[in-house]
């Protein structure tokens, strides 16, 4: 892990809200699909977690929401911005046919782990959910690596009416194995329902190293895992969701 001044390739919103920023970083050679790299936003003292979306040879893609003052001056940056890294432990990438299930701002990561699924030769399929059509974004992509998509919406304006649950039960998958980032409620309802696979978690965070223990959850057995340094990827059904 260090940190650098990443010289930003371009930074350009992809749907409402959303931005995607890619920047030339020696990160790249280091980091692995699921892991995350923490940027500094000037003026605010408190580096912003963002997840990678893509790996290429000499630079990092992300993906991010504009969801506050940090994530909202990000989208000004042109030139250069700091980059801490990789943070995390990142996704398994096992001899194993995958579910990628991806909830909002939990889809990025889940591109990148695609693409190294598909390399092994593995089946991956894909289900993204989210509040209503006009916050969906990455379906193409997805589609375009060659992924079979499920689209989910809460209001019901695209796909199946309801969550990334009802999706998967409407495909008649018994247990999975997935792969999953989102929001907390949705990794809470797969881990009611599925025993096999991965769950990426978000939390708030502040030194991104396992320094400060301020992104601390509890496994089942109410042992303290750090979500920066542990995971964010856990074992489903270890972490008390
Ligand atoms: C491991 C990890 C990966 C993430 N990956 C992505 C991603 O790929 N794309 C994306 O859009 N968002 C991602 N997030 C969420 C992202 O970090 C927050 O949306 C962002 O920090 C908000 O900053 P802000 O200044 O705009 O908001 P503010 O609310 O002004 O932020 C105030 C403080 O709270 C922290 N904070 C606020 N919301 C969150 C949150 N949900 N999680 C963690 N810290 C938060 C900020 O970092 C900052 O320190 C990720 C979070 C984590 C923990
Ligand atoms: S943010 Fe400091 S231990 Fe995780």
């Not at 989910?152 to 495909?171: C, L, N, P, R």
Request: proline share 6%.
């Amino acid at each position: 892990m260090f940190s650098e001044d990443a010289r930003i390739l371009s930074n350009v919103e992809i749907a409402p809200d959303i931005w995607k920023m890619e920047i030339e970083t020696r990160l790249a050679k280091e980091a692995r699909p699921g892991q995350f790299i923490e940027i500094q936003v000037p003026p605010f003292f408190l580096r912003r977690p963002i997840s990678i979306n893509e790996i290429k040879e000499n630079s990092l893609v992300i993906i991010y929401k504009v969801l506050g003052e940090g994530t909202l001056k990000m989208t000004t940056m042109k030139d250069t911005l700091n980059v801490f890294g990789p943070c995390g432990n990142g996704f398994p990438i096992e001899n194993q046919d995958v579910y990628l299930v991806g909830g909002g701002v939990g889809v990025p990561p889940l591109y990148e782990t695609a693409k190294r699924y598909l390399k092994k030769g593995q089946k991956v399929q894909v289900v993204l959910g989210f509040n209503s059509k006009d916050q969906i974004f990455f379906e193409q992509e997805f589609k375009d690596l060659g992924c079979p998509v499920s689209i989910a919406t809460m209001d019901g304006s695209a796909g199946i009416k309801g969550t990334v649950v009802d999706a998967i039960h409407e495909q008649g998958i018994q247990d999975p194995f997935i792969l999953a980032c989102g929001p907390y409620p949705m990794l809470k309802a797969l881990q009611r329902e599925y025993t096999k696979g991965y769950l990426s978690l978000e939390a708030r965070m502040a030194c991104g190293i396992g320094a400060c223990m301020g992104c601390v959850v509890k496994d089942k057995e109410g042992h303290s895992l750090r979500v920066c340094k542990d995971g964010p990827v856990f074992p489903i059904q270890e972490v008390a969701l």
